[in-house]
């Protein structure tokens, strides 16, 4: 087996993190001024530095528009938290005039992003469009086939819509033959009547960690309480660390991981 890292970076730390259009937690208002905004912005650039994971996947993230301070909330909380690779993909994109309302997907690294790529899914009126965002991520002292990360959000209301939409993603993600994780909002759990979890693990080999654990439940901003953000692995990575954090930085609680190559599986002697 390849050896995943240098000797010096044994394991990999990502997080992922709903924004919440920086809105943070409680009744979401229409519109956010740009000082809170702001705010609220640079108490997630604090709990990511504090961190420090090497890749973070965000959702809800706001190109500049009207309703959240009409900047880059991307580009600002990379600045602050010091993210020099960035990738932020546009999914729902309105225009009246000059009230724009424009926000999406991305990934922050550490390390240089390659074969960069956003894909929106289909239409899913009255829902808000939903998508995800693919980077490979070259990291130090790796060898073989390249990590691919994706920052995925689904729709929030529908179980037919998430499972076509975690089909065309699988679809698209199927060619690659490395490592690959999966972090994001998928708005649904992986027991219950839904299966749109399994369903996407069966189709590109990635698995969750402890999927019926109830400690690691990440919307808490009503009840019943769900695990709504996930982090899937495929399985040639190896959870070392896996929790949900408590700060409550949007409606969304975020959730860290950190990850390493999973040992080689001994060969048995030949008879």
Known sequence: ???????????????????????????????????????????????????????????????????????????????????????????????????????????????????????????SLPTPTKGFVAATVKVPGRTGHPLRVASVHLDFARKRVRQSQVLHMATLLAGHAGPMLLLGDFNCQWAGREDTLQLLAGRLGVRPFRPAAESLLTFPSRQPRWRLDWILASADLDFRRYEVLPERLSDHLPVLAELAPAAAKPRHPLT
């Open 1 to 123: 087996m390849t050896r995943w890292f240098s000797r010096s970076m044994p394991t990999l730390r990502c997080m992922t993190l709903n924004m919440a259009h920086a809105r943070r937690g409680g009744p979401h208002r229409l519109i956010v001024r740009r000082e809170r905004a702001e705010a609220n912005l640079e108490r997630m650039a604090w709990s990511i530095m504090r961190e420090a994971p090497d890749v973070v996947a965000l959702q809800e993230a706001d190109a500049p528009s009207l309703w959240s301070g009409r900047f880059d909330h991307v580009e600002h909380l990379a600045k602050v938290a010091g993210y020099d690779h960035v990738f932020h993909g546009e999914h729902v994109c309105l225009w009246r005039g000059r009230r724009r309302i424009c926000y999406g997907s991305a990934i922050l690294s550490r390390f240089p992003l390659g074969d960069t790529a956003s894909h929106r899914f289909a239409r």
